[in-house]
């Protein structure tokens, strides 16, 4: 089975920028799209951006301009870029397969971003 694991997430002040990083024990690449997830306590689990197998990509309108999802397939590695964050970027972010593929892979244990002052 691939392990996801997430990494990255810290403390941040409103305007900061943080990169978070999934790597995995299996390609992360197998899924038509792979896509970055948030979930804040008391909301539901929420997809932030996605990049297809092609290179494509979309983003919640919430973080538009401020994120930016990318890949590394040598690294076996997929990246979200945070920018210009604020208080309510504050969630745990997860990776998987993107879209309709959101349970491609077991969920993995996620990374904590507090954006706060």
């Known amino acids: 089975q691939v392990q996801l694991v997430e990494s990255g997430g810290g403390l941040v002040q409103p305007g900061g920028s943080l990169r978070l990083s999934c790597a995995a024990s299996?390609?992360?690449?197998?899924?038509?799209?792979m896509g970055w997830y948030r979930q804040a306590p008391g909301k539901q689990r929420e997809l932030v951006a996605t990049?297809?197998?092609?290179?494509?990509?979309n983003y919640a309108d919430s973080v538009k301009g401020r994120f930016t999802i990318s890949r590394d397939i040598a690294k076996n590695t997929l990246y979200l870029q945070m920018n210009s964050l604020k208080p309510e970027d504050t969630a745990v972010y997860y990776c998987?397969?993107?879209?309709?593929?959101?349970?491609?892979?077991?969920w993995g244990q996620g990374t904590q971003v507090t954006v706060s002052s």
């Open positions: 990049i297809t197998n092609g290179g494509s990509t």
């Open positions: 299996g390609s992360i690449f197998s899924a038509p799209a």
């Open positions: 998987n397969g993107g879209g309709r593929n959101s349970n491609w892979y077991p």
